[in-house]
């Protein structure tokens, strides 16, 4: 199994002065309300939720196959499998499921919900279907290939030999939720195996279901009685507050028990003050900026350099995310496998303006730059804006909510945008694959990476991450991921700026949450109110 170089930070506490105590209401006790931006949410079907919040909320209402273990993502633990053996061929996966686990009708979770499962991922090939369509997995083939067996075991033959731990931490996505296959089919119409209604409605075996989502507003979540995982607090509502003073302010009157998007001067009101607790952890999330290559001047190399050069990366840490982000600068954030901890890119205009010189862009250009309108993009936004401007780049923002953007540049259609992007699985193929393979550059290929969205292809590190992840020997997979980030420092059209550090706030009488390393590794069934 691969080791980490640089292990993630557990849930810490965050020292916190003391501010007058308000009159406060009080959520009910057997009711959790959490505040959160979730206006990324698409869908809550496992098999096609692609965006931080659906996968969370995917995470605590479908469980896998398998999962890293929260304490130590290094380590994967079985969730419905009670263990798993792989043939000496590395080609076959022999799953044996743990008994216990059943749906929110009550039916027992079984071989063939997990094969429908999986089958469902490829025939769907929604956007995180590529993560197990990735493995050779076609509408044609996937069928024969991963099957029930009357044991109650699921068998998974690969078309191709791939690294173990590979395939597992794919596994472990939150695309590899199990759904019971009954209830979706009874649920299907025109052959979409139940995907328009398990958009808004649910058939796990997570702690929880889904009552109902509307888009924009609420998620609401109800314990799952049949779970073998019983959570603390029977109900849990998810409201969409995008501003984090509405978020304080409603954790103060006691409105909501959970703020999770506080930026740095609403965590500075409340240092100290008793009544909140506020716990971070570093995740496994990278805030970047892609630069599309149908843009002429983003095109050319030196551009590129330039824009990397000019950005103050401290400064933006220090003045506007000093609690919630730390600076990063390769695909690879903090706590994977191979991750690079160096930080080589600083503001240096007068290094900026001569690689735009060469380019042939003396006097600079004009560009649009895509954001998320929420905190704290927007201000990230405007202080690279100015950024640019010093070397001479006119750089019009354009904000819009979450699911805007993401739809926009999945489309191509931006020139420059600032993102964030979060690991699909704890393995660095996931991100390697993400921001370096494109070996189809047309508008309908097989796979859409950010490399792709980007307009980006790079022979060289296309070929080194199918390399990579057939590479059997961990130390050789390592090392071939730390060089790939250095030629994609030096090559790539993305500048990475930060590696997130989220933080949750809760009030009081409200304990047991903790932010998990990747979205749907963080568990709600822990949350607790004393009062």
């Given at each position: ?13 965050i020292a ?14 057997d ?12 869908s809550l079907d ?6 931080f919040?659906?996968?969370e ?18 380590q ?35 071989a ?36 029930a067996?009357p ?22 996505a ?31 075996s ?5 009552r ?56 500075k ?13 570093i ?23 330039a ?36 930080t ?7 290094r900026?303006?001569s ?96 490399a ?32 790939m980030?250095?030629?994609?420092r030096?090559?790539?059209?993305f500048?990475?700026?930060?590696a ?32």
């Amino acid at each position: 199994m691969l080791r980490r170089r640089t292990l993630l930070a557990g849930a810490t506490a965050i020292a916190v002065a003391p501010i007058p105590r308000q009159a406060r209401a009080a959520t009910p006790k057997d009711v959790a309300v959490m505040a959160k931006q979730i206006d990324d949410i698409i869908s809550l079907d496992p098999q096609e939720s692609f965006e931080f919040s659906g996968n969370e909320i995917g995470g605590n209402v479908y469980q896998r196959l398998v999962r890293p273990n929260t304490a130590n993502p290094d380590q994967l633990v079985g969730e419905l499998a009670q263990k798993w053996e792989v043939s000496p061929d590395g080609l076959t996966f022999t799953f044996t499921l743990r008994p216990g686990a059943s749906f929110s009708s009550g039916a027992p979770v079984t071989a063939e919900d997990v094969a429908f499962s999986l089958h469902r991922a490829v025939i769907l090939n929604k956007a995180p279907g590529f993560i197990i369509t990735q493995f050779g997995y076609t509408k044609d083939n996937v069928e024969k290939l991963i099957r029930a067996t009357p044991e109650n075991t699921v068998v998974m033959t690969l078309p191709d030999l791939q690294a173990p731990s590979f395939v597992l931490y794919c596994l472990s996505a939150n695309v590899g939720g199990v759904v019971e296959k009954k209830v979706a089919l009874a649920n299907a119409r025109d052959g979409d195996v139940g995907n328009a209604w398990l958009k808004t409605n649910s058939a796990g075996s997570g702690p929880y279901m889904i009552r109902s989502w509307k888009a924009s507003e609420a998620v609401s979540l109800e314990a799952n009685p049949h779970s073998n995982v019983k959570p603390q607090t029977p109900r849990l509502i998810i409201r969409q507050i995008a501003d984090p003073s509405a978020q304080l302010l409603s954790l103060q009157k006691g409105d909501i028990d959970i703020a999770r998007n506080l930026e740095t001067e609403q965590l500075k009101a409340i240092a100290g003050n008793p009544d909140f607790n506020a716990v971070a952890s570093i995740k496994a999330s990278s805030m970047y900026l892609a630069m599309n290559q149908t843009h002429p001047a983003l095109a050319k190399p030196q551009v590129r350099q330039a824009i990397k050069w000019a950005i103050d990366y401290a400064g933006i840490q220090k003045n506007i995310v000093p609690n919630t982000w730390v600076v990063g600068q390769a695909f690879l954030p903090k706590g994977l496998p191979a991750a690079l901890a160096d930080t080589p890119f600083h503001k240096d205009v007068a290094r900026a303006r001569s690689l735009l010189n060469e380019a042939g862009h003396p006097n600079g250009f004009e560009v649009t730059l895509d954001h998320l309108s929420s905190p704290p993009f927007a201000d990230i936004a405007q202080a690279v804006q100015a950024n640019l401007g010093e070397i001479g780049i006119k750089a019009t923002l354009l904000a819009g909510e979450q699911k805007q953007v993401i739809t926009k540049t999945r489309g191509r259609q931006h020139q420059l945008a600032l993102l964030i992007w979060g690991s699909d699985y704890f393995d660095p193929n996931s991100n390697a694959q993400t921001f370096c393979y494109n070996a189809d550059n047309a508008d309908s290929p097989k796979l859409k990476t950010v490399a792709w969205r980007s307009s980006w292809q790079d022979a060289e590190l296309t070929k080194m991450v199918e390399l990579a992840v057939k590479e059997l020997d961990s130390e050789k997979r390592i090392g071939i991921y730390e060089q790939m980030q250095k030629l994609h420092r030096e090559r790539a059209p993305f500048a990475f700026l930060l590696a997130q550090q989220e933080v949750a706030t809760m009030g009081r009488g409200v304990s047991g949450f903790k932010v998990g390393p990747m979205s749907d590794l963080t568990d709600y069934d822990k949350i607790k109110k004393s009062a």
